[in-house]
């Protein structure tokens, strides 16, 4: 029996996630958040406590990835750096297809995950560049 690493764990975490995204599941992208969690970029942060208030920060992204007829996402794993037992810094470089089967590059994220007796749960997404 092959126990699962901790990369097989991430990679099944964020292929679900990248899933959700692309079928504008926000009930399902709001259960993979740790509570209260929060999003950082350049020019905002905002922060959020429920899963509603995930689900609302996400409800407008749904139309995009729709008028770009987007279809299925795959998160490209690269650097994870531990930082305590139950927390590690993980780098994704997403990619999307889209309806014709066409590659369409996304963009970069650094999150900050928490292990829980669920499973990885997201604290923070930094846009990254």
């Not at 139309?63 to 987007?70: C, G, N, T, V, W």
């Not at 930082?83 to 780098?91: E, K, N, P, Q």
Request: charged share 15%; with cysteine.
């Amino acid at each position: 029996m092959n126990a699962k690493t901790d990369l097989d764990v991430l990679s099944d975490f964020f292929d679900r996630y990248g899933s959700a995204l692309t079928a504008g599941d926000v009930a399902a992208i709001a259960g993979c958040y740790a509570l209260p969690g929060s999003v950082v970029a350049d020019a905002y942060t905002f922060t959020f406590s429920s899963p509603a208030s995930v689900a609302l920060s996400f409800i407008g992204a749904a139309p995009d990835y729709q008028d770009r007829e987007l279809i299925a996402a795959h998160a490209g794993i690269g650097d994870v750096q531990k930082i305590s037992s139950a927390l590690a810094l993980v780098t994704v470089e997403w990619e999307f297809l889209d309806s014709q089967g066409r590659s369409v590059p996304g963009e970069r994220y650094v999150y900050l995950v928490r292990t829980t007796p669920e499973g990885p749960a997201i604290c923070t997404v930094i846009h990254a560049a």
